[in-house]
């Protein structure tokens, strides 16, 4: 009996003991340990059991751990390493490099975007902001949010010109992204960005990012929507200034604010300050300012009327005529809002276009009653915006006009004749081509994406007044490309920059752009000609190839008038007069011989050019200019067209740089585009070329490598989360599995304990 139970302890009481010794002592430590296997082999095969369990959580935590780890370096709604990780990346950066830069970028209003659209919508921007963060920088450095609408970019070793040009590619990359911008209201969503340096501005990482915050104020105050790099004097300024900045700010806000509680003043109020805006910036982009006039133009735009704010709602808002003594009050708003405006912003186009945007072209508008270019460009182009919009608007006093007939009423008036072209081409490009008398075919030019490279190739030269001693010169699209004196308009065109753009020894003719035979450029000029738009055309640049007196033909049938090709000193080399011809003739000869002789270098081929007659007259190359007559008065009164200095050559050359190095290229990358459109990252163009458009490709292929790069790293990161979930389901598997085990085991060390408690039994009834 003794034996029987020493035996049962030995065997299983004693393991069991053991296991709940070890189970105990981890659960008191709270810790999880192996177990050593012993005993029967039924307790073993627990143990075993216990262990592999004990090995899955160890692993599970281990897991855990490294993920909670990586969550602690990253910001959980961008995604990007957090300010803490970029500290210890920067005291890093600092032991392996020399030299270090650091952009710090803020984005610019954040917080009208959350204020107007929700915190949700406000998330969306800073998610694409990381995005297009991390798709700029790429791997020339790395991305951190500091926090809120914060964020940084180390650059290892990197200098001046190379930190500010990233920071001004992550500028205007804000301004191009339409999944940003798609949350902008009045204004666009732009960010200002402050440089700092290692070692020069900071021997430790705390100091350069807090030069850079100070830059990237003061890029804020400047107007935001600027990159700027840190100075002593911008420390001193910030130090000197910094109550003022701060008042600025706020008044800022509060006057955006302002405009839209004056725009909440009636419906029509606003909708009409967004109009305003949109087309203001429109005939801005058609009269070719630069961006920082736009950004300007579109503050002056938005706050036009902000001195309304001080005008009775009842005046505002009335539908019958208003009296003598109300209307005085309405026109007090323009020196209401400049006062306000005063307190913002020192820029006087912005304070012009808020007070003098009723001035009137004649001289009879308010408050200050100027006249003609005396007022300010900008107050004239929100005045244009305004009153157009206003025009082509129902009000309870009237119902609105067509476009067509808004446009008329404005051209038919003394009334900022130059921008009132532009007003059309605000709808579409279509509709503005049309309006002022340009062919068809110049529009389906644009929709083949053409007008990029050829749009100089025919310039309009459009006079506002016959009285003024200049002409303007345009491009294709109506866009002012600049003034010329009428005397030295033929010698600026002469290096015009097509010249330089296009190389010779080409043979396709720019007239291709029509998919026309030879010479049908004079044929469009002729409907032009036909069709007088605004402003009288008097002049056109024209690249023709092989010109005769045929083409001069098909002019004159357009026009009614006599067709001539003069040189620019004045002598005549081809007209539909054939007595002129023969004199003409004698003439340019020599002046050919003269312009061969100065050792031009523009003049490498020459093509005989035949008069009417069939007589050589001139040669290709020759710089020419065309002047149709009036065929009532049936002489000369303005300059038509001029024909460059080698615009034979140019054709002839150009034909063949646009289809050999840029319509084949673009068409082939066209095609590839397609294939990326469909998830195909596999087509690449390997043709080497030369100059801008082996940039273009070259770039490219790039993109598709980085794309390619994408879409690998996303399929890994995706193939990495799919291992990790289903390794999580297998070990909670092998959980079940092991815990189903553990009760298999328990109910076999049950089984043991009762036959060997049955085996003890017998013996003892044997005793």
Known sequence: ????????????????????????????????????????????RFIQKFNKITQTILDIHKKEKENLEELTKRDFLTSLLNHRVFFQDFNKVINEYRQAAVLFCDIDRFKQVNNHFGHTKGDQVLKQSAILLKETVNNKGTVYRYGGEKFTVLLPDSDREAALEMAEMIRKAFLRSKKIQEFAKQLPITVSIGIAFYPQDGQDPETVVKKADQAMFYSKRCGRDQCRIFTEEIEKSLEQNHKESIRKEILIESVLALAEAVDAKDNYTGEHSKKIVELSLAIAEKIGLQEKEKNNLRIGALLHDCGKIGIPDYIIKKSETLTDEEFEMIKNHTLLGTNIIRHITNEPEIIAAVKNHHERWDGKGYPDGLEGNAIPLFARIVSLADSYHAMISDRPYRSALTKEEAIQLKKNKPYFPRIVREIPLTDSIKQGVSSYGFWDDAYQAMQANDLEWINRQMVEVASEDYKLDF?????????????????????????????????????????????????????????ILKNNGEGEPVGYLIFGKSITADHLMQVKQLTGADVSIYSLNGQTILTTDSELNKAAAKVNKAEIDRIKSNGSSYLTTFTPLTDINGVEVAEQGTVIKVVASDKAKNKLLFTIVTIIFGCFIVAFAGGLIIAGYLVKPLGVISRLLEHIGKGDFTHKYEKDFKGEIGDMVRAYNHMVDNLSHLIKVTKENAGRVVSSLEEVLVKTDSLSEASKEIQSGIAEVAASSESVGGGVCSICQGY
């Open 1 to 44: 009996m003794i034996i029987a139970g020493l035996f049962f302890r030995k065997l299983i009481v004693s393991p069991i003991t053991y296991l709940e010794t070890n189970i105990e002592s981890m659960e008191k430590n709270n810790i999880i340990t192996y177990i050593e296997e012993v005993g029967p082999k039924e307790i073993k």
């Open 471 to 527: 002409v303007e010169v345009c491009d294709l699209s109506g866009r002012i490309v600049a003034f010329y004196g009428e005397e030295s308009f033929g010698n600026t065109l002469s290096g015009h920059p097509l010249l330089r753009k296009i190389s010779q020894g080409e043979d396709k003719i720019i007239n291709g752009l029509y998919n026309s035979s030879k010479g049908l450029t004079f044929v469009a000029v002729g409907k």
